[in-house]
């Protein structure tokens, strides 16, 4: 039986969060078959080589699944500056089924930026296992912005796993705002000394939706850094698993991680259950982990309804400063005006 998003140390077996069943997600034998964007490029053997030994990726048979089915692959080589590279993945009612690995390899002192928006047009049997690797070299920097818009009936499987050397800096923002089940894997290797990854991420879930997200930043390097903030809302019947690892390593002397997840419930019947754990092998170290899970503040509430605004706008006002930090990196004006107009409707629909 396969397990899915599987912690690296176990906490209490109760909560259900130190691995996922295979069977939860209830993921049936998909026709794998060509994509209508289909390109040459396997990957970069530097960066497959750089992720050997490290476990990554949701589980081995999304490893493996992507590697035997590969219908759609990047690779960019890095050297320099280079401007924002926007890449757009349209799953449709011909082409359903979308099998990618996209691989970034960061030369020394290089700069780049990458904006991945991920839709579908509505249609049924929406399949995605997507894969994004990136190995940063030293003083180099990386931005990566991943949105994932996809419809409730939608399968969503995306990993995305980087390798950091010395001074290098991450700035990776993950949103999604759609997709019926979805499983997803996040994974920082602070490897190199001074390194650090700033994190960010947003999820709105409704319906009978799904998320299980495991955000992980490993930490063996000295003077590390690592942030990670993701802020969501739940509605209707959602159902959320939030892990999120702060992993310090024996060895990573002065390291700093700080981990958190800040979720609404906006129905009775939402199921949400967060971990943010801090693990800790080493002594000259500092972390923090924390989760809040509640309703908006009445207090606030109150003072925005009192400057002439209704409940539900001042509800959806709330919920939106809070999405606002994750939402303002994604760099194509057209994109980020829509993800926050979804956004907006699905906040004024609530009913608290």
């Not at 906006?266 to 982990?289: C, F, M, T």
Request: proline fraction near 1%.
């Amino acid at each position: 039986m396969a397990r899915i998003n599987e912690m690296r140390m176990p906490t209490w077996a109760t909560l259900g969060l130190n691995y996922l069943k295979e069977e939860k997600v209830g993921i049936e034998n998909i026709e794998k078959k060509p994509y209508f964007k289909e390109k040459a490029a396997t990957g970069i053997k530097e960066v497959e080589e750089t992720f050997k030994g490290y476990k990554i990726g949701v589980s081995d048979i999304s490893n493996k699944e992507n590697k035997d089915y590969l219908n759609f692959g990047l690779d960019f080589e890095i050297d320099g500056k280079k401007e924002t590279e926007f890449i757009n993945l349209e799953l449709n009612k011909e082409n359903n089924t979308l099998v990618s690995n996209i691989d970034i390899n960061s030369k020394k002192s290089s700069e780049s930026s990458f904006l991945v928006s991920i839709f579908d047009d509505g249609s049924d049997n929406i399949y995605l296992n997507s894969r994004i690797n990136a190995r940063l070299e030293e003083d180099s920097f990386v931005k990566l912005v991943v949105v994932t818009n996809l419809n409730e009936k939608a399968i969503n499987i995306n990993s995305i796993a980087t390798y950091l050397n010395d001074r290098a800096i991450l700035d990776v923002t993950y949103i999604e705002v759609g997709a019926g089940k979805s499983l997803v894997n996040i994974t920082n290797i602070l490897k190199g000394e001074e390194s650090q990854v700033i994190e960010n991420g947003v999820y709105f879930k409704s319906g009978d939706d799904f998320l299980d997200l495991l955000a992980t930043n490993e930490h063996f390097g000295n003077d590390t850094d690592s942030s990670c903030m993701f802020n969501g809302a739940l509605k209707d019947r959602a159902e959320k698993n939030f892990k999120g690892i702060v992993d310090l390593r024996r060895g990573c002397s002065k390291a700093d991680g700080k981990i958190g997840d800040y979720s609404m419930m906006l129905s009775d019947e939402v199921i949400n259950k967060s971990a943010p754990v801090l693990l800790n092998e080493e002594k000259e170290v500092s972390g923090n982990h924390a989760a809040s899970v509640g309703r908006l503040n009445k207090e606030m509430l109150f003072y925005i309804m009192s400057r002439g605004f209704s409940k539900k706008q001042a509800e959806a006002m709330m919920l939106e400063a809070n999405f606002a930090p994750a939402l303002d990196k994604i760099e194509d004006e057209n994109l980020r005006a829509s993800i926050k107009e979804k956004v907006h409707h699905m906040n004024i629909r609530i009913d608290l």
